[in-house]
C-alpha cells in the first residue's frame, strides 16, 4: 500500500507473501504472479496521500524505486497499480508517474498494468493505455454503496462502457474485470 505522502510503500504481511510465493513457485511453476499496490488505507481510499505523491517528482521516484526493488527481490512477473479516488486535479500526474514507472521497468522486463475505472471521464484512459502493457477495467460498480440501489453491472452499462473504450484503446491493451459479489442496500 502507497502509505506516505513521500512516496513510502509498506508491504503487507511478508511472512505470508513468502509463504504464498513458495506455494506457488512449488505448485505453479511458471505462473506469472504480479503485485498489486494500492492506496488503500485505513479502509478507504487514501486521496490525499495519493495526490501529494503524484505531485511531486522526488516522491514519484521513491515510490517507483521501492516497486522496483520488491520486483526484484521477490521476481515477480511485474506490477498492478490500484490507484483509487485519484482526485481531478491528479490526473495529469497519475499519467506521468505511469509513464515513469513503465519507462523504468518495462525495459527491465516486468510487466506494468493499471486497474482503471471504466465509466470515470476524468481518467485519460487513452495516455494511460500508451504508459501500461494492460488496463485492468473495473466493469463493475454501476451502482455501489455510496449511491442508490441498483446492479453492480448491468448488461447494458456493461456493453456500452466496453464498447465505448474498445473503439478508442487496442483491445489488446484491455483486460475486463468482472465484480462477483454483492451489496446489501438499507432502505
Known amino acids: 500500500h502507497l502509505t506516505g505522502t513521500d512516496g513510502t510503500i509498506e508491504r503487507d504481511d511478508p511472512n505470508k507473501q513468502r509463504m504464498v510465493l513458495d506455494y506457488l513457485r512449488t505448485h505453479r511453476a511458471g505462473s506469472k504472479v504480479i503485485a498489486l499496490i494500492n492506496n488503500f488505507t485505513d479502509f478507504r481510499w487514501d486521496s490525499a496521500t495519493l495526490r501529494a505523491m503524484l505531485g511531486n517528482a522526488s516522491n514519484r521516484s521513491r515510490a517507483i524505486e521501492q516497486i522496483e526493488v520488491y520486483l526484484q527481490e521477490t521476481k515477480l512477473s511485474g506490477i498492478n497499480i490500484d490507484f ?4 481531478k486535479k491528479s490526473q495529469r500526474d497519475l499519467v506521468l508517474f505511469m509513464r515513469e514507472l513503465y519507462t523504468k521497468l518495462h525495459p527491465l522486463g516486468f510487466e506494468v498494468s493499471q486497474s482503471v475505472p471504466i465509466d470515470d471521464a476524468d481518467y485519460d484512459l487513452p495516455a494511460l493505455a500508451t504508459t501500461n502493457d494492460y488496463l485492468l477495467l473495473m466493469s463493475y460498480d454501476e451502482h455501489a454503496s455510496d449511491n442508490e440501489a441498483g446492479p453492480i453491472a448491468s448488461q ?23 465484480g462477483n459479489y454483492g451489496y446489501d442496500w438499507r432502505q
Open 84 to 87: 483509487e479516488s485519484v482526485p
Open 156 to 178: 447494458e452499462w456493461f456493453s456500452q462502457n466496453i464498447k465505448a473504450l474498445a473503439s478508442k484503446i487496442s483491445p489488446s491493451k484491455l483486460v475486463v474485470g468482472i
